[in-house]
């Protein structure tokens, strides 16, 4: 017998990350906050997942790659607030569609990873194979499953079909492997300080260190330039200035305009994810009442300006690859000071702040 199955009142919110959004909902659908809604920006910021990573890769289609997070911001922001689960992946199927509709037929919705290649209502040519959906509900006997997305307001009914290759593609930067993740939730959320502190001296650690990278430098082509975390955006504005000599002119007008689309359009929520961190530390100031998170919470926010106005220059004719430069040394400085005040707030800001009333 087919089956169809849809869980009613889902709580979908647009959101600035697939990431973030999707976790935001699926803790709200879950029932858990502290006392009120919970933000986007505060969830992110829960991952500790703030990064950066900067890449040049010869014969890449721009050449340049720019990303604001790690790999584990899922997993992370699950682990740090009691959420159970994984990302399992198969190249099977039928065994990926038997663990979706096993959670729908459940009444749980399920986070899933997709290339947006393949998504029809995102109508994009560009791969990405780590977007996250989340499923809530299916009809076998129209073929199809809805979904929801951070990028649009209303739930997407696909095609099954279309979203099997969404989730068996093999694009940029991994096979999908119909990557799925069941969540089993706690009845309550942990210590807000507790978690926020762990998760600002997680991104704090893991800019100053340049951990947090999503490629493996030895999978990586001859003659790519690499940079990660405070030491990788020297690198990003050294090599701005080596443009001009190591890419015609149509290779260099692709890297500027991919510049401004992995800042501010490429779901990082606006200034390469640094405006999502801002709320993550403005929210937490709020709730706990922590000066030293809402200093932390206004560098990061001067941080994504100034990355906005980076955006906005690279898509200009008027600003020179050195004016860029400039601006990316400047943006330097502002990480290393944000860098600072959330290390700050993660040392003094004291627990035992579990929920609000």
Sequence with gaps: MRRAVHIDGYPQRLGGHCGSGALRDLLTWAGLDWGRPLSEGLVFGLGGSLAFTYLRVPGLTPPVYLVGRDAEL????????????????????AVAWRWLTDELDQGRPVMLNADIAFLPYLRVQLSNTRHDIVAIGYDETAGTVTVVDNDRIEPQVVPAEDLDRARSSTGFPDPVRYATWP???????????????????AAARQLREGAGQLFDPIALPPRT????????LETFAADLGSWASVMDEEALSQSRRAL??????????GGLFRRLQAEFCTDVADRLESAPFA???????????AWSS????CVGESSSLRELEDTVREIT??????????????????AGHRAEG
């Design 183 to 201: 969540m089993r939730f706690p009845h309550e959320l942990p210590d807000l300080a507790t978690a926020a502190t762990s998760a600002a001296a």
């Design 295 to 305: 200093e932390a919470g206004q560098a990061w926010e001067t941080a994504a300006r």
């Design 225 to 232: 330039v690499t940079g990660t975390g405070l030491k990788g």
């Design 310 to 313: 980076l955006a906005t220059a």
């Design 74 to 93: 899922e997993a992370n922001v699950c682990a740090r607030l009691g959420v159970e689960t994984s990302r399992n992946q198969t190249d099977d199927p």
């Design 333 to 350: 400085h502002l990480e290393r000071a944000a860098c600072a005040a959330l290390e700050l707030a993660a040392r003094t800001t004291p």
């Design 260 to 269: 401004a689309v992995f800042i501010e359009k490429a779901g990082t929520g």
